[in-house]
């Protein structure tokens, strides 16, 4: 069911919009009361995105969660009894599934803050019934807990289930209102702004928007500039251990800045950047350890839903040796961001970057130019070492693929605004399909090693024997998916490096994407 959102901008009084709203129905008004509320979404905006609101309401002792879908789904409104970190924290039921689609597996974190005094009225038909909540809200953003910007009066309207005309009705009665504006959200933007944080302001995409006749140093600087600046976002994150992602995007990102350095390194000076480019590959193998162990943790958990259900949780002592582990692979990452090293590179590197990087050989060709070299190089690369793949090569092999694959998707990427978007976007997608399957292989692969390394650990703490036969079942069923990935890598490349495919690079980078 829509709820309605309106902001006074006037001087009119709470009492003569209340006289206008329902004229032919009573009115109950409850007592004015105060609530902090504190807007949560992902670091990422995932709720934001899919066009949902997600607060929590706290009244001295009691706190609720409200969930607005954006959608014509129902506002939900439900009690907590504990701290909310992510959405399986949240009451059972379709309010935290809806958080739950929206959010993954990120963290919901405070985007804003602000203190509320709220009265509510509640419109009644001729028996008392309940038919529309409206609440009147004096909204005052906070930081750090003290008032930072204006104070706004704001206004909901939600009908209850089956009086979507009485919600509508009131809603037009408000629009007609003078010093009354409807208004498409519920005070996170002023409340984010508040904690310096506008909704979207972050996204891990490289979304650098190029000119083509530009040179290439600049532009390649641009979307160097951009990379580390999603690398730096997403340290605190990592250090704070909120969630798996800002990890993995903070690897993405130092994943794309070698990408861009090694396949650009023509645009670039190479006796300036060189060193940069050794320090990135340190800060990427730093990372290795504790996303490995991410995503095996992940696929235990996984694992343990269906195993659990047929043996008890005989997994349990696998995810606590991985968990152990993790904790000294974060710790060691810890140290490496904040070590001093780690803060020299992100200072020499944006300080390089702000200057025009005189040298490369191609540092004054026009990017489009350089894009469209690049792009074919990585393509006929990939498609000639997937042409020379056979059954059954080994994972070293498939791995390289992988980078392969990733470089060519890197590239397409940086450089996307330069061509034909929806052409753009279909290749990434085949791409991704590539990669995805040697991505599964090498994640079966590894977890595979490591569970076969984990079965005396495991016996030493006493696990019985459902764990070790658990375990068996599991390498089992890895080294099926690798077979099954194998098989789909060798049909995808097969696929990708077509002269069908070929020729939609070749079209795309001449500027005739969409032919």
Known sequence: MTSYQFQVVGRVAVRRIAQVLAPNCSIAAAALHRILRRHLDTFDWGLWRHGGRLTLEIEGDRTFARWEPGDDRPPRRAPLHR??????????????????????????????????????????????????????????????????????????????????????????????????????????????????????????????LLRPAEPAEHAVRRILAQLISTLEANVAGTVRNLDTEFLHDLRVATRRTRTCIGQLMDVLPVDVVAPFAEEFRWLATATNPCRDLDVFLLEIAHRRLSFTQEHGDVLAPVSQLLRAEREVAHRDLVAVLESTRFAALLRGWKRLLRRRL???????????????????????????????????????????????????????EFFSSLWHAEATGALVAELKLVQDSLGNYHDAWLQRERLAGLADEVLRGGAGAATLLTMGRLVAELERRQTAEAERVLARLATFASPNVRRRFVHLVQGRGGE
């Open 83 to 208: 701290g909310v970190a992510f959405a399986q924290d949240l009451p059972e039921g379709p309010l935290r599934r809806q958080v739950g689609a929206a959010a993954g597996e990120r963290a919901l974190l405070v985007v804003g803050e602000a203190s509320v005094q709220r009265r509510l009225l509640r419109i009644l038909d001729g028996e008392g019934k309940t038919l529309v909540r409206i609440w009147f809200d004096s909204v005052q953003p906070l930081r750090d807990g003290a008032p930072s910007g204006s104070r706004h009066r704001r206004i909901t309207v939600e009908p209850l289930l089956g009086y979507a005309a009485a919600g509508e009705s009131v809603a037009d009665r408000l629009r007609a209102l003078a010093g009354v504006e409807a208004r498409g959200d519920d005070g996170l933007v002023e409340a984010a702004a508040a904690a310096d944080r506008e909704p979207g302001d972050y996204s891990s995409k490289v979304t650098v």
């Open 358 to 412: 005189l040298g490369g050989e191609l540092g004054a060709v026009p990017v489009a130019e350089v894009a469209s070299k690049h792009v074919l190089q990585a393509y006929r690369r990939l498609s000639s070492c997937a042409a020379a793949l056979e059954p059954n090569a080994p994972a070293a092999e498939l791995h390289r693929l992988r980078i392969d694959a990733k470089k060519l998707r890197y590239l397409l």
